[in-house]
Protein backbone atom coordinates (compact mmCIF):
# COMPACT_ATOMS: atom_id res chain seq x y z
CA UNK A 1 0.00 0.00 0.00
CA UNK A 2 2.95 2.32 0.77
CA UNK A 3 6.36 2.14 -1.08
CA UNK A 4 9.56 3.98 -1.12
CA UNK A 5 11.66 4.13 -3.92
CA UNK A 6 15.08 5.71 -3.11
CA UNK A 7 17.84 6.74 -5.84
CA UNK A 8 21.27 8.60 -5.58
CA UNK A 9 23.49 6.52 -4.22
CA UNK A 10 26.96 5.70 -5.37
CA UNK A 11 30.30 5.74 -5.59
CA UNK A 12 32.25 9.11 -3.91
CA UNK A 13 35.90 10.22 -3.21
CA UNK A 14 36.54 11.65 0.17
CA UNK A 15 35.35 15.37 -0.09
CA UNK A 16 32.61 15.11 -2.70
CA UNK A 17 28.68 15.03 -2.69
CA UNK A 18 25.68 13.18 -2.81
CA UNK A 19 21.77 13.40 -3.52
CA UNK A 20 19.54 11.02 -1.94
CA UNK A 21 15.86 11.08 -2.59
CA UNK A 22 13.08 9.00 -1.49
CA UNK A 23 9.86 9.18 -2.68
CA UNK A 24 6.63 7.82 -0.72
CA UNK A 25 3.63 6.28 -3.20
CA UNK A 26 0.43 4.43 -2.48
CA UNK A 27 -2.41 4.99 0.07
CA UNK A 28 -1.21 7.88 1.73
CA UNK A 29 -3.34 10.04 3.72
CA UNK A 30 -0.62 12.43 5.67
CA UNK A 31 2.96 12.07 6.40
CA UNK A 32 4.37 13.17 9.80
CA UNK A 33 8.19 12.73 9.83
CA UNK A 34 10.49 11.67 7.30
CA UNK A 35 14.18 10.16 7.79
CA UNK A 36 17.45 9.05 6.43
CA UNK A 37 19.07 6.19 8.93
CA UNK A 38 21.76 4.22 8.11
CA UNK A 39 23.64 1.35 8.83
CA UNK A 40 27.39 0.38 8.31
CA UNK A 41 28.85 -3.16 7.96
CA UNK A 42 28.83 -4.31 11.56
CA UNK A 43 27.02 -1.51 12.67
CA UNK A 44 23.81 -0.81 14.27
CA UNK A 45 21.49 1.44 12.06
CA UNK A 46 21.86 5.00 13.28
CA UNK A 47 19.59 8.16 12.74
CA UNK A 48 21.04 10.48 10.21
CA UNK A 49 18.26 13.22 9.69
CA UNK A 50 14.71 13.77 10.29
CA UNK A 51 12.62 16.19 9.02
CA UNK A 52 8.93 16.99 10.37
CA UNK A 53 5.94 17.77 8.47
CA UNK A 54 7.01 21.78 8.92
CA UNK A 55 10.65 21.34 8.08
CA UNK A 56 11.65 20.80 11.80
CA UNK A 57 14.96 19.25 11.12
CA UNK A 58 17.03 16.69 13.88
CA UNK A 59 20.68 15.43 12.44
CA UNK A 60 22.58 13.18 14.10
CA UNK A 61 26.42 15.02 15.35
CA UNK A 62 28.41 13.36 12.61
CA UNK A 63 26.55 14.97 9.88
CA UNK A 64 25.75 18.71 10.85
CA UNK A 65 26.57 21.36 8.69
CA UNK A 66 27.91 18.18 6.05
CA UNK A 67 24.14 16.89 5.32
CA UNK A 68 20.86 18.86 4.61
CA UNK A 69 17.37 17.01 4.53
CA UNK A 70 14.56 18.06 3.05
CA UNK A 71 11.12 17.31 2.49
CA UNK A 72 8.30 18.48 -0.76
CA UNK A 73 5.08 17.40 0.89
CA UNK A 74 3.21 17.56 -2.54
CA UNK A 75 5.79 15.24 -4.15
CA UNK A 76 5.89 12.85 -0.48
CA UNK A 77 9.37 13.15 -1.35
CA UNK A 78 12.54 13.72 0.74
CA UNK A 79 15.58 14.49 0.49
CA UNK A 80 19.67 14.40 1.74
CA UNK A 81 22.20 16.65 0.37
CA UNK A 82 25.40 14.96 1.32
CA UNK A 83 28.81 17.32 1.38
CA UNK A 84 32.11 16.86 2.20
CA UNK A 85 31.53 13.31 2.52
CA UNK A 86 34.20 11.04 4.53
CA UNK A 87 35.10 7.48 4.61
CA UNK A 88 33.11 7.25 7.88
CA UNK A 89 29.95 7.70 5.71
CA UNK A 90 29.90 4.88 4.00
CA UNK A 91 27.28 2.74 4.47
CA UNK A 92 23.54 1.69 3.49
CA UNK A 93 21.39 4.54 3.58
CA UNK A 94 17.55 3.65 3.95
CA UNK A 95 14.64 5.93 3.33
CA UNK A 96 12.12 6.21 6.38
CA UNK A 97 8.79 7.53 6.94
CA UNK A 98 5.79 7.72 9.28
CA UNK A 99 2.32 7.51 7.32
CA UNK A 100 -1.10 7.85 8.10
CA UNK A 101 -3.43 5.90 5.47
CA UNK A 102 -6.31 7.51 6.75
CA UNK A 103 -7.37 9.96 9.25
CA UNK A 104 -8.20 7.70 12.40
CA UNK A 105 -4.83 5.58 11.41
CA UNK A 106 -2.29 6.00 14.55
CA UNK A 107 0.81 6.10 11.70
CA UNK A 108 2.96 3.18 9.77
CA UNK A 109 6.43 3.14 9.30
CA UNK A 110 7.91 2.36 6.39
CA UNK A 111 10.82 1.63 5.25
CA UNK A 112 12.67 1.77 1.49
CA UNK A 113 15.31 -1.17 0.45
CA UNK A 114 18.35 0.80 1.01
CA UNK A 115 20.55 2.72 -1.35
CA UNK A 116 24.79 1.89 -1.42
CA UNK A 117 26.85 5.28 -0.49
CA UNK A 118 30.89 4.05 -0.44
CA UNK A 119 33.03 7.01 0.16
CA UNK A 120 36.97 6.30 -0.61
CA UNK A 121 40.20 7.76 1.07
Known amino acids: QVQLVESGGGLVQAGGSLRLSCVAS????????MGWYRQAPGKQRELVAR???????NYADSVKGRFTISRDNAKNTVYLQMNSLKPEDTAVYYC???????????????WGQGTQVTVSS
Open 26 to 33: GSIFSINF
Open 51 to 57: IGRLAIT
Open 96 to 110: NVDVKSATWDIGNVY
